[in-house]
């Protein structure tokens, strides 16, 4: 949702005169939206600017950002980061891969999931 | 690259509730900045959420904490950097554990890019924005108040980066 929300809102200030660029993991919710500038890493979610605990990652992945400001000329203009998170691709199995679960594992999301939902209803509402 | 909207599609469906329609526009709408990068003034836009140790684990690798969940978009001072959390937000918390948050929030690299000369400069406020299913509420809500808290800042150009 992070990605979507983010997208949303560089839509409005674009509209509104404020060029912006967004970093981010999640290609396809971005792109379907429809954004001005995107540079994207091909990384969990949650490395939007760069590996942890890396620096010259983070320090590239921003340059591409901030070329993007003033190499762009039109929207929906994505950067590929160049970036590999890691000789293994395992990761990109797991993210919410029901295939990749047990039955009782997916009971218990279930669960978990409808508590979740119940806490920010509660937070939401104030009580 | 991960298929995002067919892996939710699925799992949401798996768990019995009904598919989202992800934002979808064809025309999307471009500003030209003013001036160059390295004179401009930058706003930095998270979703990241201040941490409120009252609220229970929000630390790196914490389950997912819907008691840290936010509402209303907030600004903070960059100086120092302030300490927020990402335990609200559907990160990959397998290959991820949120324990450097430069990752998610590049407030030292950008501090750099000034320092460099490569930045103008950064707003002394960054902009939080909560992460809503509801698109209208984020577009009518949620993306004035960050329009508004940009223009506060007087930020030539945005920098959104989600977790």
């Given at each position: 949702m992070c990605h979507q929300t983010v997208s949303l809102i560089a839509r409005y200030l674009e509209a509104h005169g404020i060029p912006t660029v967004i970093m981010g993991c999640a290609r396809d919710i971005v792109e379907q939206a429809g954004v001005p500038r995107f540079v994207w890493s091909d990384?969990?979610?949650?490395?939007s600017a760069g590996k942890p605990n890396d620096r010259d990652s983070q320090r590239q992945t921003l340059a591409l950002a901030l070329d993007l400001f003033e190499t762009a000329e039109l929207p929906r203009t994505t950067c590929t980061s160049p970036q590999v998170w890691s000789d293994d691709d395992s990761w990109k199995f797991d993210f919410m891969n029901v295939d990749a679960l047990p039955p009782e594992r997916i009971e218990q999301l279930k669960r978990e999931f409808a508590e979740q939902k119940a806490t920010a209803a509660r937070i939401k509402s104030g009580g | 690259m991960i298929p995002y909207i067919e892996r939710t599609r699925t799992y949401y469906s798996t768990l019995g509730y009904p598919p989202y329609h992800w934002a979808e526009f064809e025309d999307v709408p471009f500003a030209r900045p003013g001036k160059p990068v390295s004179e401009s003034r930058l706003a930095l836009i998270t979703t990241a959420a201040p941490c409120r140790p009252e609220l229970g684990d929000q630390g790196p690798g914490a389950a997912y904490n819907a008691q840290a969940k936010f509402f209303q978009v907030y600004t903070d001072s960059v100086e120092p950097v302030p300490d927020l959390r990402i335990s609200h937000l559907g990160y990959d918390r397998k290959h991820s554990t949120a324990e450097d948050p430069n990752s998610w929030l590049p407030v030292a690299r950008l501090k750099e890019a000034v320092a460099e000369g490569r930045l103008g400069g950064l707003a002394d406020r960054l902009i939080g924005v909560p992460t809503n299913r509801s698109q209208r509420v984020t577009l009518e809500q949620d993306a004035p108040a960050a329009l508004q808290a940009c223009i506060d800042q007087q930020a030539d150009l945005a920098l959104l980066v989600p977790s």
């Open positions: 990384f969990p979610l949650g490395n | -």
